[in-house]
């Protein structure tokens, strides 16, 4: 079984920069893709970005890419996600998400594993 757990969400400005953080426990060694989604109200969870734990290789979503920074941490199996210039369109819970395989796969049913969400709040 894995464990993952998010922290670090909170309430900001737009522009500002927040980091989040999954530490992920449990039966690591299968797990390939680590990923973060969102969900705004109202609105479909959808992939942010993703990042492969053997090579690093990252994936971004056009709507944060240059924004925001996914990053691991193998030793202390943690997933980071650094966010910088923030916007209220970033507003969402952030779920922390992980499957075995080799893609960085954009749908929900693609994860096995999921934490229980941190909220993100950008005012204007």
């Known amino acids: 079984q894995v464990h993952l757990v998010e922290s670090g969400g909170g309430l900001v400005q737009s522009g500002d920069s927040l980091s989040l953080s999954c530490v992920v426990s449990?039966?690591?060694?299968?797990?390939?893709?680590m990923a973060w989604f969102r969900q705004a109200p109202g609105k479909e969870r959808e992939l942010v970005g993703g990042?492969?734990?053997?090579?690093?290789?990252?994936y971004y979503i056009p709507a944060v890419k240059g924004r925001f920074t996914i990053s691991k941490d193998n030793v202390k199996n943690t997933v980071l996600l650094q966010m910088m210039n923030l916007k209220p369109e970033d507003t969402a819970v952030y779920y922390c998400?992980?499957?075995?395989?080799?893609?960085?796969?954009?749908?929900?049913?693609?994860?096995?594993?999921w934490g229980q969400g941190t909220q993100v709040t950008v005012s204007s």
């Open positions: 998400a992980a499957r075995s395989g080799q893609t960085i796969a954009s749908t929900i049913s693609s994860y096995d594993y």
């Open positions: 449990g039966r690591t060694s299968s797990l390939d893709i």
């Open positions: 990042i492969t734990w053997s090579t690093g290789r990252t």
